[in-house]
């Protein structure tokens, strides 16, 4: 699962970033009281911010996306704690499925 992480394609733009967090601890409030947590990687990229989140659900390529839905509150929650925080615009958040060699990107757009 390391080795799919790795491989991904949103690893190889952290990669190029000039600046690179990991384990970002995040508490924002939602509907429900407070959602708090730690985003694995966000990294700057241009004028916005990416959020990564490695996914170790047990899906196949073509169950990725469903996946991905499950996340959605997270990948708000990641939004709105990332632009609070740091003033700048979180363009994506992307989950990567480990067991299935996948990614799926939430866009600014989507969440």
Same mark, same amino acid.
């Given at each position: ?5 790795? @491989?991904?394609?949103? *690893? =190889? ?15 924002? #409030? ?19 911010? %990416?959020? %990564? ?13 469903? =996946?991905?839905?499950?996340? #959605? ?6 939004? #709105? ?12 958040? *992307?989950? *990567?499925? =480990? #067991? @299935?060699?996948?990614?799926? @990107?939430?866009? @600014?757009?989507?969440?």
């Amino acid at each position: 699962m390391v080795d799919a992480c790795l @491989a991904s394609p949103v *690893v =190889a733009r952290a990669r190029a970033a000039a600046v690179v967090w990991n384990e970002v601890p995040y508490t924002v #409030r939602v509907p429900e009281g407070y959602a708090t947590g730690r985003i694995d990687v966000v990294f700057r990229e241009g004028d916005h911010l %990416v959020a %990564v989140d490695w996914k170790s659900d047990s899906v196949g390529p073509t169950q990725v996306e469903a =996946a991905a839905g499950g996340h #959605r509150k997270q990948a708000e929650a990641y939004v #709105r704690a990332l632009e609070a925080t740091t003033e700048l615009t979180v363009s994506e958040v *992307v989950f *990567v499925f =480990a #067991r @299935a060699g996948a990614e799926w @990107a939430f866009t @600014a757009k989507m969440v």
